[in-house]
């Protein structure tokens, strides 16, 4: 089993819908996590980090759930400007940081 | 305050011969990490500096190394260069956990 795993999509969405993926993860000694944002060809950005259940900055929703080892990005009122690859990253301890392959969304006018 | 840069922006070499990319974190940052993101594929690491030590390295071969300096600056060396090779190198300085990435160095081997 992969240590990050996240569903590839694409997801395709309208502007102004509410879109939300998961990330799943094996460790569950795992103890902090990071949604990133990368467009094509350019370097991943920080969009937020969770330390506990979970994180809200904006438009933008993390929620956390250890039980069932998954942490999920919700984004609400999609712009296109929101279109990019959203990379899930699992702090497993010990400064190994885990990365999911991505989760592409694409807004459409 | 600036971020983590990377040079040169692009590097074409040919099959067999070495490869030196650049990193400079931001500044009070002592940790850099390097990873590889081949096209279409997700970031893969390659290696962690912190205060001038090798503190972990991933599941790469032992022609890809690099060295952190005094200054906290970083230089990732790729030796005998196959063309799978060709990928984007990111470079990454962190306070703590949470990564910044620089621009990166596209690599193309031929």
């Known amino acids: 089993r992969k240590e990050v795993e996240q569903d590839p999509g694409p997801f395709n969405v309208p502007e102004g819908a509410t879109v939300a993926f998961n990330c799943t993860y094996s460790n569950s000694a795992s103890q902090s996590f990071f949604w990133y944002r990368q467009d094509c060809r350019k370097e991943p950005k920080l969009l937020m980090s969770v330390y506990s259940s979970g994180n809200e900055d904006g438009r933008f929703t993390a929620q956390l759930n250890r039980a069932s080892q998954y942490i999920s990005l919700l984004i609400r009122d999609s712009k296109l400007s929101d279109s990019a690859t959203y990379l899930c990253?699992?702090?497993?301890?010990?400064?190994?940081?885990?990365f999911g392959a991505g989760t592409t969304v694409t807004v459409r006018a | 305050e600036a971020g983590v840069t990377q040079s040169p922006t692009h590097l074409i070499k040919t099959r067999g011969q070495q490869a030196t990319l650049r990193c400079s974190p931001i500044s009070g940052h002592t940790s850099v990490y390097w990873y590889q993101q081949a096209l279409g594929l997700g970031l893969q690491f390659l290696l962690w500096?912190?205060?001038?030590?090798?503190?972990n390295r991933g599941n790469f071969p032992p022609r890809f190394s690099g060295r952190q300096f005094p200054n906290y600056s970083s230089e990732l060396n790729v030796n005998a260069l196959e063309l799978e090779d060709s990928a984007l190198y990111l470079c990454?300085?962190?306070?703590?956990?949470?990564?910044?990435f620089g621009p990166g160095t596209r690599l193309t081997v031929t």
């Open positions: 990454a300085s962190t306070p703590g956990y949470e990564q910044y």
């Open positions: 990253v699992v702090n497993q301890g010990d400064y190994k940081l885990s």
């Open positions: 500096y912190d205060e001038g030590e090798e503190r």
